[in-house]
């Protein structure tokens, strides 16, 4: 019995070292292929500068909108009890679990001149912007509603017997409250984004400059000069891990005042 | 002195609660967990929508055409939790009532020493001080005490309760306490009022619902032993009941058919020879329990609950099993008809042992 326990003990501890080196391995070699001073030399090339520039405004865009008008939403989700709102739920949550390309095409059936609203977006740089906001809102507004219910409903009450109108309210209580998990919600969004390909690539192409983000110029760059886009890999590869360590330390900020589920496991 | 009137109806998961209600003074509502007892706080201060009327004096909250919000109804709103504000310090919590007597208030309540620390680094007691002086810092018409002793321990309760009658005397605001537990309720108000599945039962002061239970209820409620019996017959301003176990008790109340007996803990003296007085109810038992409850001792003999003096239960070398008797006068019984209200079979502290055997 004893025996058979080690054996079983030992494959399983196989396992698990198999599994660690699988997911590491890929993020390890990306900055085992090129040294370190390459790797910065790359990263001054024009098509890594145009495409951080497009990433990083389009992000900044697209996140300041999703939380601009996600806030609102996750809030109203949070604080309302209505007939359809699981459903109304289950629609936002829906971008999450759409493929890409599905997602590219829906945002072109709804914004091209032949589409529903017949505009001239699609290929622009606001294509990128609505379609990281697309993808990304989701997350966002979903943490954001988990973030608001865990609000204790007594202290927003408090507040009102207070004297403090629903405004005030809002903006001195429950917005505090809510934000560790709101800006949880916000990292998974942003890290979310910065790698959207599909439904930028079909929505608003890959034009260098205008439309053609850090993952897009990946894309293109690995058939032509493959050092350069493995640069631009381990310069995602650090500011997703960046993000990551940021939503570990916020997660675990106030361990006392839970505002939201834990998506990843607790670092400490 | 304002007076709070309410008068208001609101629909519940379970039933309807109704209350009409002056309040002047204290008044303090007692009932078991689940008699809606917070939702009447929660519908003065306008955080749940109730129909009917509600008004400090002659300013209307609730009216025909009016339901004034929270903010709009000068209420000082203590929550049981005390659901203070946790991301600001203890003079953020008092200031966001109002800015005037912060200081004031933060020495009235003895926490200036704390003004910089969070909630969570206080203790159950000084956050009920702050959550005190949070809501009196709003200037508020009336005062609303949700479970204001619950929250403690046994040895933070008895000084707070001292502090919060001082308090409320010198506030001379109209307060409404909700409570589960008739004591503290009779401690603190000149007027109780017993609520149960949102309907008041009795409203009075604490010595009318002792001596006058309007219902079994109300009885077991205030802590008296409730004894479940059939009337059997009258004789000389006495009457006799058959108890469900058989015994007889005699009463000089007067009453017909099913009813309960009620008998106050203090009236009940215990025994361990056969006092031979006929004025004397007596029941033999084995004593059951022994509790200490500060300087007295509560002894369960069979479905009694005695309320002794320590010496005497000492003399008595009262343990559990020994055998006694109990012993009340038919003077000091109470026979409230049982009729209608038989589904509200009070729980504590008397009447189960009785059906048990």
């Known amino acids: ?268 | 002195m304002a007076t709070l009137s309410a008068d208001f109806e609101l629909p519940l998961r379970s039933f309807d609660l109704r209350l009409a209600l002056e309040v002047e003074r204290t008044v303090a509502l007692v009932g078991p967990s689940g008699a809606g007892k917070s939702s009447v706080l929660r519908a003065i201060a306008g955080l749940v929508r109730a129909k009917g009327r509600i008004a400090l004096d002659d300013e209307v909250w609730l009216g025909p055409g009016i339901d004034r919000s929270p903010d709009e109804r000068r209420v000082g709103l203590v929550f049981q939790e005390y659901a203070l504000f946790p991301h600001l310090s203890v003079r953020g919590n008092v200031a966001y009532g109002g800015k005037a007597r912060v200081d004031e208030l933060l020495e009235r309540f003895r926490v200036a020493h704390l003004t910089d620390a969070r909630p969570r680094e206080l203790s159950g007691g000084e956050r009920q001080r702050v959550a005190l002086a949070r809501a009196l810092a709003r200037d508020p018409g009336v005062l609303l005490l949700d479970e204001p002793l619950a929250a403690l321990d046994a040895h933070t309760k008895a000084a707070v309760r001292g502090e919060l009658q001082e308090l409320l005397a010198e506030l001379g605001l109209p307060t409404l306490i909700v409570t589960h537990d008739y004591e503290d309720a009779a401690a603190l108000a000149e007027t109780v009022g017993v609520l149960v599945d949102g309907e008041l039962r009795q409203l009075g002061t604490p010595r009318e619902l002792v001596s006058q239970p309007a219902d079994p209820f109300v009885a077991s409620f205030t802590g008296a032993n409730l004894l479940h019996g059939a009337v059997e017959l009258h004789d000389d301003g006495v009457t006799r009941v058959r108890l469900a176990s058989g015994e007889l008790v005699y009463s000089t109340d007067r009453a017909d058919g099913e009813v309960g007996v009620v008998v106050y803990p203090w009236d009940v003296s215990i025994g361990r020879v056969h006092a031979d007085d006929s004025a004397m109810n007596l029941l033999r038992g084995e004593v059951a329990s022994v509790a200490h409850v500060g300087n007295r001792v509560r002894v369960r003999v069979g479905p009694l609950t005695a309320e002794v003096t320590e010496t005497s239960a000492e003399r008595l070398d009262l343990t559990v099993g020994t055998r006694v008797y109990a012993s009340f006068k038919a003077t000091g019984t109470r026979l409230v008809p049982l009729g209608g209200s038989e589904r509200i079979r009070p729980q504590q502290p008397a009447s189960s042992a009785l059906s048990g055997r």
């Open chain 1, 1 to 268: 019995m004893r025996r058979r326990g080690l054996i079983v003990g030992g494959l399983a501890a196989v396992a698990a070292a198999v599994a660690l080196a699988f997911l590491v391995l890929p993020v390890a070699a990306i900055f085992l292929r090129v040294p370190p001073g390459g790797l910065l030399h790359q990263l001054s090339s024009g098509v890594v500068t145009d495409a951080l520039v497009v990433s990083a405004k389009t992000s900044v865009i697209a996140q300041a909108l999703v939380l601009l008008f996600g806030t609102p939403l996750a809030y109203f989700l949070a604080s309302r009890r209505f007939r359809g709102r699981a459903f109304v739920i289950t629609l936002v949550e829906l971008p999450l679990v759409l493929p890409p390309a599905v997602a590219g095409l829906g945002l072109l059936a709804a914004f091209s001149r032949a589409g529903l609203l017949g505009t001239s977006i699609p290929f622009t740089q606001t294509a990128v912007v609505l379609a990281v906001a697309f993808v990304s809102s989701p997350l966002y507004v979903r943490q954001g509603i988990a973030a608001f219910e865990a609000v204790d409903p007594d202290v927003v009450a408090a507040s009102r017997t207070l004297g403090a109108g629903p405004t005030k309210t809002f903006f001195r209580v429950v917005l505090p409250l809510a934000r560790s998990g709101l800006a949880a919600g916000e990292a998974l969004a942003f890290a979310r984004g910065l790698g959207e390909f599909g439904a930028t690539i079909m929505f608003a192409g890959s034009l260098q400059g205008v439309t053609q983000t850090l993952p897009l110029a990946i894309y293109e760059q690995f058939a032509v000069n493959l050092d350069t886009a493995i640069a631009m890999g381990a310069l995602l590869v650090v500011v997703s891990a960046a993000l990551l360590a940021f939503l570990k330390v916020v997660l675990t900020w106030q361990p006392s005042r839970r505002t939201s589920s834990f998506l990843f496991a607790r670092s400490t």
